[in-house]
T-cell receptor, first 115, second 112 residues
Framework: AQSVTQLGSHVSVSEGALVLLRCNYSSSVPPYLFWYVQYPNQGLQLLLKYTSAATLVKGINGFEAEFKKSETSFHLTKPSAHMSDAAEYFCAVSGSYSSASKIIFGSGTRLSIRP | EAQVTQNPRYLITVTGKKLTVTCSQNMNHEYMSWYRQDPGLGLRQIYYSMNVEVTDKGDVPEGYKVSRKEKRNFPLILESPSPNQTSLYFC???FGTGDGYTFGSGTRLTVV
């Protein structure tokens, strides 16, 4: 079975500062891992995904995430926050590629950017 | 444009009045799913479908029904809505869950 835990329901950083959103997963098989972003009144948009290729994954809008098997983590980072990054971010895990598998989402982290 | 289309975007209804939220995708995806989003709980899966006429329960299926008669459509049916089904609902589709989902824009449902 898979599960995902996002540490911190709300993170606030200053514009230009480093963004770090934490995600730890549990999976009995090699996982597929995802980060999604949700802007107000919109659906979820895929930021990036890990599918057992490179452990450092680059996504859209300057975000990246590193898969660390030993720590069962998949933290999301961005070197310099922009006001437009304010949104809710969800980490998700899937146990396999097959269509019979489920994607499990974390409870989300709301990112605020201070001017 | 590749997309998942949900209708309606907003719906206010009364307890017990049957309703259907439609979902359609134009990407020929096999896998479709319904989630509900509630504050502090993230997204919880209601039902999913692996192909036409193949559906299965997710984590919170009580009070909901689905059907998958065509590959592109996956409607969510609330036979007798109750106030605890007030939520934001998302439909999503994928070729396979290793690809991640494409989400619709959501349906905000209020049951009074």
């Amino acid at each position: 079975a898979q599960s995902v835990t996002q540490l911190g329901s709300h993170v606030s950083v200053s514009e230009g500062a480093l963004v770090l959103l934490r995600c730890n997963y549990s999976s009995s098989v090699p996982p597929y891992l995802f980060w999604y972003v949700q802007y107000p009144n919109q659906g979820l948009q895929l930021l990036l995904k890990y599918t057992s290729a490179a452990t450092l994954v680059k996504g859209i809008n300057g975000f990246e995430a590193e898969f660390k098997k030993s720590e069962t983590s998949f933290h999301l980072t961005k070197p310099s926050a922009h006001m437009s990054d304010a949104a809710e971010y969800f980490c998700a895990v899937s146990g396999s590629y097959s269509s019979a598998s489920k994607i499990i989402f974390g409870s989300g982290t709301r990112l605020s950017i201070r001017p | 444009e590749a997309q998942v289309t949900q209708n309606p975007r907003y719906l206010i209804t009364v307890t017990g009045k049957k309703l259907t939220v439609t979902c359609s995708q134009n990407m020929n995806h096999e896998y479709m799913s319904w989630y509900r989003q509630d504050p502090g709980l993230g997204l919880r899966q209601i039902y999913y479908s692996m192909n036409v006429e193949v559906t299965d329960k997710g984590d919170v299926p009580e009070g909901y029904k689905v059907s998958r008669k065509e590959k592109r459509n996956f409607p969510l049916i609330l036979e007798s809505p109750s106030p605890n089904q007030t939520s934001l609902y998302f439909c999503a589709s994928s070729f396979g869950t290793g690809d991640g989902y494409t989400f619709g824009s959501g349906t905000r449902l209020t049951v009074v």
